[in-house]
Each structure stands twice: as C-alpha cells, then as structure tokens.
C-alpha cells in the first residue's frame, strides 16, 4: 500500500469503537486507520412513496402481467419496509427477478429471499439490494449517478438494476460460469450502459477508475485497498464486511486521503475471494 492516510476502520473497530489502530489488509500489507464515523443509520429518508409503473416482459418464465403485478408488489412491500429512494425503488420495479434465477425457483422471485444461483452463489435479497442503493445514492435528488462498480455480478440482477440508476455501470465476477451466466440472463435486456467483466473485483478495474459509486456484492474482511483508491473524492461505496458476523458499511471518500466508513445493518453475505476460478 502506498504512504497515504487512509481513515477507514474494519468493522470491529466501528462496532467496538476503536478509533485509531493497524491491521494487515488481504494482502499481508498493513493498512493505517485514524478515525472512525459510526453514528448508525445513514441520515434523512425521504418518505414519498414512489408510482409504480407497470412493466411488461417479453419472453418471461412467468406469464408477463402476472410477473409485472408481482414486481409491482414487491416494490410495494420494499417501501412499506422503509426503502424511500423513488429512484431506487423504480429501478427495482423496472427489472424482473424470475428472469434472473432457475425457472424452478421462479414461484420465489418475487419474495424477499436469496435464492441459489449456482457455483454455492446466491441471488441478493432485495430488501438488501434496495438498502445497499439507497445507501450508494445518499439521497440525492438526481435520477443518474455517474459511474458505478459492482464486485460480484453473479446471475447479474442487481447490475441490471444499477444500470438504470447510474449513466455507466461496470460488473466484475470471478466466477467463470456465473459471468457467463450474467451475460446470457441480461441478453434479452439489452442495457446499453453495462460492461460485465470477468476478473477478480478485488483489484476494481483501474482502467476506467475513478468511480463515483462502488458496490460490493460478497463480504470480506476489510474492503480491499484497490477499492478505496478507485472511488472518487466524494464517492461512496457499499460492503459488507466480516466473516461469520457482518455489516453493511458505507465509506465515503472526502479527500485525497481520507475516508470514512458508517455500519449501516447487520447482514449475511457470501464470502469475497481472490482470484478467478
Ligand atoms: N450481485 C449479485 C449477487 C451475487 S453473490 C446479485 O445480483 O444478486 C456475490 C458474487 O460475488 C458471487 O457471484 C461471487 O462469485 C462474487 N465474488 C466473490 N468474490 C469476488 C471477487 N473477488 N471478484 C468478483 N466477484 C467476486
């Protein structure tokens, strides 16, 4: 890691209250940490609640107006849960889950489970994917974000969604067949403004780095030192963090070298690795 400060705490700290300690990052590096903001939950919720429109799918497992109401009722219940980002919420209600998970399990699409998705991955919960956005958007009143990264695609549901939340979204898997499998379940979507990647996130995608908004998908034990370089000044990125106990933490970077980290929730993730496979 290079000489800069970085103010980002590992989940232990911000749950412990440390302010101020080292620890190796995954690498075997030390990274330095000055200070914590812990204070909760993520600030003001606004609390419109959003029209949902009605979509039409083509080619859907489930029969199309059955699917469409289903979604609509699904982005219901996510606002009722508490979810007040309109931007996040019809963004949420413009992509059919059933078409992301195995016909079999579609009857379950529109429930607020993980569902498998091959590989021992797993489909996010959407009241999980919703938290994590309206957390990345910190309740900006602009539809568009500028450019997101997401560690993780897996079946790609939740970048299909943050394709319509930001002007250019990049996807990295390590997953071999789930970045295949990605590719072919957003096929009939056509989304112009996704490029999925095959690598390991860990390192981000210096390529088209700096990223005003990150999202990880897995949980690891700290976030990787090449994430927090790629986010831009005043970006925000979203994790979970931890091993068997996790949290969701957003960490915004304010300057060149300082960032801070907020534990949003408790959460349950599949494991961040390295290297592809
Ligand atoms: N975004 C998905 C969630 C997929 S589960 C959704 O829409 O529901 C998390 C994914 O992270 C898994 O597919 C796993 O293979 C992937 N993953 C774990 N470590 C990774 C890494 N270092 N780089 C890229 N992907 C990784």
């Avoid at 590992?10 to 749950?15: A, D, E, F, G």
């Avoid at 956005?133 to 549901?157: D, V, W």
């Avoid at 319509?164 to 072919?184: C, D, F, P, T, W």
Wanted: proline share 6%; charged share 25%; glycine share 10%.
């Amino acid at each position: 890691m290079s000489k800069k400060t970085k103010t980002f705490p590992l989940p232990l700290s911000s749950v412990m209250g440390r302010s101020s300690f080292e620890k190796p990052d995954y690498f075997g590096n030390r990274s330095r940490f000055d200070s914590v903001t812990v204070d909760g939950r993520p600030g003001k919720r606004k609390t419109d609640v959003p029209e949902s429109k009605p979509v039409r799918f083509q080619g859907a497992g489930l029969n199309g107006p059955v699917a469409s109401k289903t979604l609509r009722s699904m982005t219901e219940r996510l606002a009722r849960a508490g979810i007040a980002d309109t931007v996040v919420l019809n963004a949420i209600g413009q992509i059919p889950r059933h078409l992301f998970v195995e016909p079999g399990l579609s009857g379950q699409a529109y429930e607020d489970v993980a569902l498998p998705i091959g590989a021992h991955q797993t489909i996010s919960k959407p009241s999980t994917i919703a938290k994590m956005l309206e957390a990345l958007r910190a309740g900006s009143r602009q539809p568009c974000m500028k450019k997101i990264l997401e560690i993780g695609t897996g079946c790609g549901y939740q970048a299909a969604i943050l394709a319509k939340i930001a002007n250019e979204v990049y996807s990295v898997e390590r997953i071999k067949s789930l970045h295949e499998l990605a590719r072919r379940n957003l096929r009939s979507l056509r989304i112009a403004n996704l490029r999925l990647h095959y690598g390991d996130g860990m390192l981000g995608l210096p390529q088209v780095a700096p990223f005003d908004g990150i999202i990880v998908a897995a949980a690891g034990v700290q976030v990787p030192d090449a994430l927090l370089d790629q986010l831009a000044i005043g970006g925000r990125l979203v994790a979970p963090i931890g091993l068997e106990r996790q949290t969701l933490q957003l960490v915004e970077r304010v300057s060149e070298n300082k960032w801070e980290s907020t534990v949003l929730d408790d959460c349950h993730f599949v494991p961040l690795r390295r290297g592809t496979v």
